[in-house]
C-alpha cells in the first residue's frame, strides 16, 4: 500500500489539480484512484507496480476498447432492428473509428492529464483516442459497467452518434435507390398491380427491377408503402454496391 | 402485442418443453421471451417481426460477441498483471475461439432448441458456437451486464477458463526459456554477480546472455529470485519466436 500512496502524493504534488480536473470529466468522483494514474501513465515513464508489472494505460486501453464495442452494440440492437449483423458491426466502426475517438479525447482535453517522459508535441493524433479508451477501461473496473455505460451515453452517444446521419440520411429509400439508379446508370421500373387476394383490405403488389433483373417484391396496403418496402429490401440487397458508389 | 403473443403460443405448442430447458441453461427465469426466441430462430425460418424485420438469432450474435469480448477483457486485466495489450488480446482470442464457442454451444444442447427449417444435421459445426454468442446477447438485453457476466463465469471461465494452461503452464520461466535454448540450439548464459550497492539486504543481479546478446537483466534478493527475474523478462521479450516454435 505504502507503494500506492507514494504514487498517488507524487502525482497530487506534481500536478495538484489532476483529480478535480478528472473529476470534471467523470462527473462522480473516482473510487480507485490507482486505475486513473494508470489510464494517465505513459510508457515511456517506465513505471511498475510494486509487482513490477508494467504500470501505464495500454492494458486499459484494451479494455475500453471491449467496453466501447458492447456499449455501442447493445445501442445499435435497439435502435437500428433493421440492420443485420453485418451492417451494425459496419456502423458500430464508423461510431468507434480511430478518427473518432481521437476527436473524443481530444475534446475533453486528456491529454492535458497525462503524464509522459516525452514531449507532448511529440505525439501523434492517437494518443487522444488511446487515452478515451484507457479512460473507459478505468471507469469500468472502477465503478462496473453501468456507471461506465453511463459515460459513454453522456460522451459518446448523446452529443455524437446520430442514427439517420450515420445510415446516411436514409428518409426514403425509394429516393435513394433512384438517385443510386441515376448516378450509376442503372435503369428501373417499378412493377405495379392490384393484388388484394383474400384479404379484406385493398393490398398492391410490386416488382422493383434494375437492369432487367427483379431485386426485390413487396406487397403493402398502398401503392407507395409498396414501393417503399420493395425499395428499402432493394437497398440492404445492393447496400455493399450502393455504399461504395 | 398480439404477433408476440401468436409467436410465444406457438413456441410454447410445437415445443411445449422450451422454456423449462432454457431456464435448466440459463438458471434463471426468462423477462423478455421474444429475445430468446430470436435467439434460438434460424434465418430459414423466415420469419419477421410486425414490423417487417428479420428475427434470427444473427443479430444477437453481434451482441454477444461484444459482451463476451468485454467479461473475458475485465477478468484477464485482473488476472494476467504482466500481460500487455497484445498479450491479453491473444489470450483472450484463445478463450472466445470459434472452436471453444463451438464446445460450449455444443455441451450445453443448444443446437435442441433451435427452430429451423433446415434439417439440424445439414448444420456445420459453427451453429454451436453462435447460438452461444446469440444466448448471451440475449441475456444482456434482457437481464443487464451482471447477470450476463454471472452467466458467463458460470458457463465459460469458471469451468474451462485455466489461465496457467492458457499461459502454457508457465511455472518457471527459467527452465521454459532453457527448454526452448535447447530445442533452438541457442547457446545461453546467465551471467551472476553480488550487486548490493546501498541496499540493506544482499542483493544480486544477472546478466541473461542469449547468443552472446544481453537479452534481459534483473536484480533481486537471491540468486534464484534474480534469474526467474531475467528470465520472465526474456520471455516476454522473445515471446513471439518462442510461441512460434
Redesign the interface.
Known sequence: MSFIRNILNSRSQEDGNFFLQLKEILGFKPKSKFLYITAFTHRSMNLT?E????MNY??????G???L??V???YL?EKV?????GY??KMRSKVVSREHLNKLGEELGLIDLVQSKIPKSNFGSNIHGNLFEALV?AI??DR???AC?KFVYKRVINPHVDIEALEGKVISYKSLLIEWCQKEKNTFDYQIYEDTGNDELKHFSVKLIINDKVISKARATSKKKAEE?ASKRAFFALQERITKS
Open positions: 507496480d509487482k513490477g508489472n508494467a495500454e492494458r486499459l486501453e484494451f479494455v476498447d471491449a467496453i464495442g458492447s455501442i452494440a447493445g440492437y432492428p433493421h440492420g443485420d449483423e451494425l458491426t477501461g469500468y473496473l462496473g459497467y453501468k455505460e418496402k
